[in-house]
C-alpha cells in the first residue's frame, strides 16, 4: 500500500502545473498575446496577420479562448510576460533567443534555413568563396554570406532569383528557385510564455506539434 502511495505521489508531481493557474484562467476566458511585427511570423496592419498570428488563433480554439492582442516592443512585451500581464508573446522569435533567461520559450515548432539558391534551371556552384550573391539589405544575410567568404551583392528587396541568392527556404517555391547544398543558417522557432506555467508551456507545445504540417504553407502564404 505504501508503495502504491508513493508512485501515486511520484506521478502527480509529475503533472505539469501553473503557479498562477494560467491555463485554467485562459480556458473558456480571455487569452493575453503580446505581438511584435516581424513579417512573416506576425503582420501588424488593423487586425493582425501572419504564421504566428494563425496559430495562436487556432490555439485559442482548442481552449474555447478570446484573445487580447498587445502591440509593442519585444523588451516592453517580454517586462510584461515575466510579470504575468501577458500569457503569450510572439514575434518570430528563435529556440535561443536572449529572452530565455527571463521566460519560458517552448520547443521549436519549426526550423528555417536560411540558404543559397539559383533558379531552377541553373546548376549550383560546388564552392561560394568569392562568389557575388545576391542579399536583401539591412538583414543579417550580408553577414552571413561574408562569414562563408563570398560577397554580398544588396539589394533592397529580392522579387526574383538570378544567379545565387540567399534567403529563407520557404521562399523557394514562391520564386522559382532551388536550394543548393550551401547553408547559411538554422533558425528554430519558438514562441514566449510566462514562467512557471508549465501547464500552459505544455498544452501550447502539443498544440504546435501538431500544426508543424501546415508552417510551411503559412509561410508561403505570408511571405508572398
Not at 520564386?175 to 547544398?181: C, G, S
Request: charged residues 25%.
Amino acid at each position: 500500500m505504501l508503495i502504491g502511495l508513493a508512485l501515486l505521489v511520484l506521478t502527480a508531481c509529475n503533472i505539469p502545473r501553473d503557479p498562477e493557474g494560467t491555463l485554467q484562467r485562459v480556458t473558456g476566458g480571455t487569452l493575453r498575446v503580446g505581438i511584435t511585427e516581424n513579417d512573416p511570423w506576425v503582420i501588424i496592419e488593423g487586425e493582425p496577420t501572419g504564421v504566428e498570428v494563425t496559430l495562436v488563433e487556432g490555439f485559442a480554439k482548442t481552449l474555447s479562448a478570446d484573445i487580447e492582442w498587445v502591440e509593442g516592443t519585444e523588451a516592453e512585451l517580454i517586462g510584461a510576460l515575466e510579470r504575468r500581464e501577458l500569457d503569450l508573446v510572439i514575434g518570430g522569435f528563435t529556440s535561443n533567443s536572449p529572452w530565455a533567461q527571463k521566460v519560458a520559450i517552448t520547443a521549436h515548432y519549426h526550423e528555417v534555413l536560411v540558404v543559397v539558391a539559383v533558379p531552377r534551371e541553373e546548376d549550383p556552384p560546388d564552392d561560394i568563396t568569392g562568389l557575388e550573391i545576391k542579399v536583401e539589405s539591412h538583414s543579417e544575410t550580408a553577414g552571413l554570406v561574408e562569414d562563408k567568404g563570398a560577397e554580398p551583392n544588396r539589394v533592397q528587396d529580392i522579387e526574383s532569383v538570378g544567379g545565387p541568392t540567399a534567403l529563407e527556404d520557404y521562399r523557394l517555391e514562391n520564386l522559382d528557385a532551388k536550394a543548393t547544398a550551401h547553408i547559411l543558417a538554422r533558425h528554430k522557432h519558438s514562441m514566449a510564455a510566462p514562467p512557471g506555467e508549465n501547464a500552459l508551456l505544455v498544452s501550447l507545445e502539443k498544440y504546435l506539434r501538431s500544426r508543424r504540417a501546415d508552417v510551411r504553407g503559412l509561410l508561403q502564404e505570408f511571405s508572398q
